[in-house]
């Protein structure tokens, strides 16, 4: 990134990731006889959803910003943006980033029990791999 072009603002997804991180806490807590749990995991997985489109739609930004032909990045397929964010340091486990995409994928296709459960608890390995990418994204 050179000094005169401007950052990206990163605050959006500090706060979806601190809403994520607010859902999964209360759910967690949540007995699970009581009859707001349901609830309380649609908010997970609607945080899950938000926090993920976001995360992809910046790391993308961010690699834009950094490249030498911006369009060439946003060209880029899903699987080759994950390869170009390792390689820039800002991905460790890109296999991960596969799981979770498939995981939205599923909450806009398909919403049954079992996989609402599935998808809130990895919610909560998500929000890791989230909170790790927004450091990254900030030390860009």
Do not use: C
């Not at 979806?16 to 949540?30: F, Q, R, T």
């Not at 486990?93 to 296709?109: Q, V």
Request: neutral net charge; proline residues 6%.
């Amino acid at each position: 990134m050179s000094p005169s072009t401007p950052s990206i603002d990163l605050t959006p997804l500090s706060k979806a990731i601190d809403a994520l991180a607010g859902a999964l806490h209360y759910w967690h807590i949540e007995p699970d006889d009581s009859p707001r749990k349901p609830h309380l995991r649609a908010g997970v997985i609607q945080s899950f959803e938000f926090t993920y489109e976001l995360s992809v739609r910046l790391l993308r930004r961010v690699l834009m910003e950094r490249a030498a032909s911006a369009p060439a990045i946003a060209d880029l397929s899903f699987n080759d943006l994950l390869r170009t964010a390792a390689d820039a340091a800002l991905l460790s486990e890109p296999l991960g980033w596969r799981r979770w995409r498939d995981l939205r994928n599923r909450t806009s296709h398909s919403y049954d029990e079992t996989q609402a459960q599935e998808i809130a608890l990895a919610a909560t390995a998500f929000l890791e791999d989230a909170r790790t990418l927004l450091q990254r994204l900030r030390s860009a």
